[in-house]
């Protein structure tokens, strides 16, 4: 009698790497050159000259620009972490791959984290370059002393924004289209993560809304870095913000499922 052949089941390692090489060609396929270069060059700049006008036509001086710019250069990380991660599903279910991925034996968090690695890599870079900007346009000081905690609390807000990204491209599983919601996140940031101004001047609700969003605490790890606080200040919001990564990656892989289910009985598994 013929032994029955076993079903096929690449390990961890190979559906990280091989979605993470992949991915940009595929799914990923909108970020082209001019996008990855676009997203880290001008885009920190733009977004951050435009607010800091805003300050100074508001009356605001020398600090509270500060503030505003070092906001927008770590804002900027929504982008290529929340906006294009989340696009992702749009863009399996317009070439019609969706249906071949769900049925994958492959390791769901090994795919969703590979895919992952390179909006990370992008991420880093944006929220550096924004600094960059911030220092030599705005004058904010960035001590040298101050880079290992700074590099990172970027690092940490870069794996928990892209976290948050995916499990919203789990939630537009069941849409129609994730371009609203990702768009949606990508301006409550604005207005609830202390990019423009501290979030104890929101009203009590909207500041406990703040604090469920991975990028208040990324911000904020990257101020206080930013700012020469102690190490130990700091590594309570690196805890946070790693709460926060973990959390993401997690209801990610967990929620997926449930809207799965939800997108073939309602017929959205295919509908782009």
């Given at each position: 009698m013929a032994t029955p052949l076993l079903a096929y089941r690449p390990s961890f390692w190979q559906t990280f790497w091989t979605n993470a090489v992949m991915a940009p060609r595929t799914s990923l396929g909108f970020m082209r050159v001019d996008f990855v270069l676009g997203t880290i060059f001008i885009v920190p700049l733009t977004q951050m000259v435009f607010f800091a006008f805003v300050v100074q036509l508001g009356g605001g001086g020398a600090s509270e620009i500060a503030y505003t710019a070092v906001g927008n250069a770590v804002a900027t990380v929504t982008y290529s972490s929340v906006f294009s991660v989340c696009q992702t599903t749009d863009?399996?279910?317009?070439?019609?791959t969706m249906?071949?991925?769900l049925v994958s034996p492959a390791n769901r968090?090994?795919?969703?984290?590979?895919r992952g690695l390179i909006p990370i890599l992008i991420s880093l870079a944006t929220v550096a370059v924004g600094l960059t900007y911030a220092a030599l346009i705005y004058g904010v000081s960035i001590p040298l002393a101050v880079f290992p905690t700074l590099i990172v609390s970027i690092v940490l807000?870069?794996?928990?924004m892209v976290g948050f990204g995916l499990l919203l491209g789990g939630v537009a599983l069941y849409l129609r289209t994730s371009i609203?919601?990702?768009?949606?996140f990508l301006f409550v940031g604005l207005l609830?993560?202390?990019?423009?101004?501290?979030?104890?001047?929101?009203?009590?609700?909207l500041q406990w809304a703040g604090d469920a969003l991975p990028l208040t605490w990324g911000l904020a790890a990257i101020r206080a870095a930013v700012a020469?606080?102690?190490?130990?200040s700091i590594a309570v919001l690196w805890g946070a913000v790693g709460i926060a990564a973990?959390?993401?990656f997690g209801a990610a892989v967990g929620l997926w499922k449930v809207f799965e289910r939800r997108a073939l009985s309602t017929g959205s598994i295919a509908r782009f």
């Open positions: 863009s399996e279910k317009q070439q019609g249906e071949h991925l968090f090994a795919l969703y984290f590979g807000t870069a794996f928990a609203i919601l990702g768009n949606i609830l993560s202390g990019v423009n101004f501290p979030l104890s001047s929101l009203p009590v609700p020469g606080e102690s190490l130990g973990v959390a993401s």
